[in-house]
């Protein structure tokens, strides 16, 4: 008779530090995986107890104390279910990235990370310890191995699992979104699926934190490579699959496969999701935003209003002498179409006041970015108010071709809480704004084809300071995200002279950078917590 097991996979979203929170929802998913699917196994994500990446709040006492305790509940209220569960552990001066599986208070299994990624957004060997050994447990007579994310993407780890013993494996991740990340995962585990033939239950976290969306996508790959079951991605939820030991192996039964996203698809639901949970773990009421007319407000006052709905999203038109009848129009449409409350505040007294103030000082000049920069502070200003009057965060709509060369003003359109956009470019923006517009109405057509203009002064456009984004976002991105030189950008085809000074102005505006508000991450490489170019830097690039 064929053995089986039936494991509960929980996808779901935890919260960084709140230790009593995340134990509540274990000890409820552990609940519901016994009484509505008939689970003998529930299994949590990487660091479930405490959220990741928890980062430096690992090394405040009072953490450690909160850990203990809410694994000693979890063993006591949790009974007649195997659960695994994973958690900070302290061992002396040690910390170690652990698991253990517990059924009925019995400790089952106890695990520490063996591989610790230090590169990207990863730094736990600032926090970790590697651990040493393999863990395999018994279950139903199914012998189980368990590995935490990193642990799968080398050879090792699971050929040691598989040495001792393991017939199937299973992976806890922290493993968080961008383009292309659930077809790279599966890739690297039919790599090991294939070098241990045995098979793996892989499952991931979702949500957002801080600057990381978790897209779940939690799977289970036979000893052969192949998907038997794949849940939907960027959804919390409890799954219930099969595994069953058989005379030839373990061998996991066909269930729902949730089909592949693509990139606009995918990148919108990161979107929603980190600013919706950005702005749902600070408890914010709602959302303050400057709807320009322009397409980057656009698109970030509908994923505003996607993620947290319409009623808590509050638009503000600041127009000024250079602002076109048309980006009016744009803006008041989009507001009534998405249904968001609509103000208008001009800027002329702001800006008349502040020039008036400056003539003695400065006196007469010839108008430059100065006269710029004071039409997005008044902005900022007005927009920053509201935010401390009402408890509104306030979103940027900066996005990342602008932070990229310093297309923006400090204390003006970068202020505020969240930037949604920042890791888009702005190619990537237009085609997010038509793949959202395919849903349903939501941003007016007419804001995604005009030239986009930050209209700051008579007939402005971008492409005056800018070369086309068709030419700048693909050396950017070779720059940014391949690393590539001048040479290696240049025989892609691009002026040399062009390059040169567009990575000159990436290299000039890293202060503006290093002030700006956290912003989504859904490339290989953003601005934030994976770069980290100096400030003050003699570098010359190659002419």
Not at 34 to 50: I, K, Q, Y
Not at 231 to 250: C, D, H, N, Q, S
Not at 406 to 424: E, H, N, S, V
Not at 460 to 479: C, H, N, R, T
Request: glycine residues 8%; negative net charge; charged residues 25%.
């Amino acid at each position: 008779m064929d053995q089986v097991v039936n494991v509960a996979l929980a996808q779901i979203d935890l919260a960084v530090g709140d230790v009593a929170g995340n134990t509540r929802k274990i000890i409820d998913y552990a609940n519901r995986a016994r009484d509505e699917l008939g689970a003998h196994l529930v299994v949590f994500p990487e660091l479930s107890v405490c959220g990741y990446p928890p980062e430096d709040l690992l090394f405040h006492a009072g953490l450690r104390q909160m850990v203990e305790n809410a694994i000693a509940e979890i063993r006591s209220k949790v009974s007649t279910i195997a659960v695994l569960i994973g958690f900070p552990e302290y061992d002396e001066d040690k910390i170690y990235n652990s698991c253990a599986v517990f059924r009925d208070g019995e400790l089952l299994a106890h695990y520490r990370k063996l591989l610790l990624p230090n590169y990207s957004v990863f730094d736990e060997e600032r926090y970790f310890t590697r651990g040493k050994r393999p863990t395999v447990f018994r279950i139903n007579g199914i012998r189980i191995g368990i590995h935490i994310c990193e642990d799968v993407w080398s050879p090792g780890p699971m050929a040691a699992s598989r040495t001792a013993g393991a017939e199937c494996v299973i992976a806890i991740n922290g493993s968080p979104y961008e383009t292309r990340s659930q077809a790279n995962r599966e890739a690297q585990v039919k790599k090991r699926v294939l070098e241990v033939q045995i098979p793996v239950i892989y499952v991931n976290m979702v949500g957002g934190q801080d600057e990381l969306v978790f897209d779940g996508g939690s799977f289970v790959m036979s000893a052969e490579g192949d998907i038997s079951f794949r849940a939907p991605p960027f959804e919390e939820g409890l799954y219930k699959v099969e595994i069953r030991g058989t005379a030839t192996g373990v061998v996991p039964q066909v269930g729902e496969c949730a089909a592949f996203l693509d990139t606009e698809a995918s990148v919108y639901k990161a979107l929603v999701t980190g600013t919706r949970d950005y702005i749902r773990k600070h408890a914010f009421p709602g959302i303050v935003i400057g709807l320009s007319g322009g397409i980057d407000s656009a698109l970030v006052a509908t994923i505003a209003c996607d993620a947290i709905g319409a009623e808590n999203v509050r638009a503000v038109m600041m127009p000024f002498r250079y602002t076109s009848n048309m980006s009016q129009e744009d803006a008041a449409k989009q507001a009534l179409t998405l249904g968001i409350r609509y103000d208008v505040i001009p800027i002329q007294p702001m800006y008349e006041a502040t020039i008036a103030q400056l003539l003695p000082v400065l006196g007469e000049r010839k108008p430059d970015a100065t006269e710029e920069n004071i039409q997005a502070r008044c902005r900022g200003l007005l927009l920053m108010a509201i935010s401390n009057k009402t408890g509104r965060m306030l979103l940027t709509t900066g996005n990342k071709s602008e932070m990229a060369v310093g297309y923006a003003t400090l204390y003006g359109d970068m202020a505020g809480g969240f930037a949604p956009i920042k890791d888009c470019s702005k190619t990537l923006v237009y085609k997010l704004a038509r793949y959202r517009n395919s849903l349903s109405p939501a941003i007016p057509e007419r804001v995604i084809t005009r030239p986009p203009s930050a209209e700051l002064r008579p007939d402005q456009k971008d492409s005056d300071s800018l070369p086309g984004y068709d030419v700048l976002d693909p050396i950017l991105e070779a720059f940014i995200e391949e690393d590539l030189s001048v040479a290696e950008i240049t025989a892609r085809g691009y002026d040399r002279d062009t390059v040169i000074s567009v990575l000159e102005m990436v290299k000039r505006n890293e202060y503006k950078r290093r002030q700006a508000p956290p912003g989504i991450r859904i490339s290989g490489r953003a601005f934030g917590r994976d770069w980290r170019y100096p400030i003050t830097s003699g570098y010359k690039f190659p002419g």
